[in-house]
């Protein structure tokens, strides 16, 4: 069955301090991947997303996730936190199955900054 | 501004009353989607829509009704029947000439008094 787990509930970093938010999936074939941001109370934002090609991606407000197939995983990172990254953050799978789009979104990271 | 417009934002709710969540998008985007969000559960798929006047049940389906009778809304009717409705619901719509990209809108809070 496809599924999204991100391991890490909590994380609390320093503001300037490099960020690395964990995501692994389990799907027969390659997947779309995502990464969304959910400030409290409002909707999911999208920060950034792999289809094929370059393994590397860059997104929004500096983040980058790299695709490594040989580990089933989708990793969020930020070279330098900033206070206002501190919000949620949701790593999904996008599947095709009987000719309908599906979404498993993870259970969510909470980021919290220190300043 | 293209986007997916919810409404309302916050809503109370008497037991036993049905209420009804808007949501609204200009994108023209044929797939559209509601889930419900709970503290530590993530987000959970109520019911979606391929198309107009087409809509399947989700893993969460019961209690809620949907209809899709514009591409361009999709409301989702919270019944008598959903033992549990207090939740943050979320309605998407899907972009597929975008990598089937999920964009969500801001967001409704229903508490149930």
């Known amino acids: 069955a496809q599924s999204v787990t991100q391991p890490d509930i909590h994380i609390t970093v320093s503001e300037g301090a490099s960020l690395e938010l964990r995501c692994n999936y389990s799907?027969?074939?390659?997947?779309?991947l995502f990464w969304y941001v959910q400030s409290p109370g409002q909707g999911l934002q999208l920060l950034l997303k792999?289809?094929?090609?370059?393994?590397l991606v860059q997104g929004i407000k500096g983040f980058e996730a790299e695709f490594k197939r040989s580990q089933s995983s989708f990793n969020l990172r930020k070279p330098s936190v900033h206070w206002s990254d501190a919000a949620e953050y949701f790593c999904?799978?996008?599947?095709?199955?009987?000719?309908?789009?599906?979404?498993?979104f993870g259970t969510g990271t909470r980021l919290k900054v220190l300043a | 501004d293209g986007g997916i417009t919810q409404s309302p934002k916050y809503l109370f709710r008497k037991e036993g009353q049905n209420v009804t969540l808007s949501c609204e998008q200009n994108l023209n985007h044929d797939a559209m989607y509601w889930y419900r969000q709970d503290p530590g559960q993530g987000l959970r798929l109520i019911y979606y829509s391929q198309i107009v006047n087409d809509f399947q049940k989700g893993d969460i389906a019961e209690g809620y009704s949907v209809s899709r009778e514009k591409k361009e809304s999709f409301p989702l009717t919270v019944t008598s029947a959903q033992k549990n409705p207090t939740a943050f619901y979320l309605c998407a719509s899907i972009d597929r000439g975008f990598g089937n990209t999920i964009y969500f809108g801001e967001g409704s809070w229903l508490t149930v008094v």
């Open positions: 799907y027969g074939a390659t997947p779309y």
């Open positions: 792999y289809f094929s090609g370059d393994t």
């Open positions: 999904a799978v996008g599947a095709v199955g009987s000719g309908t789009y599906k979404y498993i």
